[in-house]
């Protein structure tokens, strides 16, 4: 028998400045039933380019691994 394994997909998810921590768990829930693994940011300058963001997510990500 062959095993299969098969990994979440993980959700990227970026917390806007005016949401409150009710509507960040609400959603956060939400995303977990699912079956999302979730990375939540939080800090960073509010008008960053998403591009950029990404790209220096992947970076940082190759020199960890």
Request: include cysteine; glycine fraction near 4%.
């Amino acid at each position: 028998m062959e095993m299969i394994h098969v990994r979440k997909p993980t959700y990227y998810f970026w917390k806007s400045p005016g949401a409150s921590q009710e509507q960040i768990q609400r959603q956060y829930d939400l995303l977990k039933r699912c079956g999302f693994r979730i990375a939540l940011y939080t800090d960073g300058p509010e008008q960053k380019d998403i591009q950029q963001a990404l790209k220096t997510l992947i970076r940082n990500h190759w020199k960890d691994s």
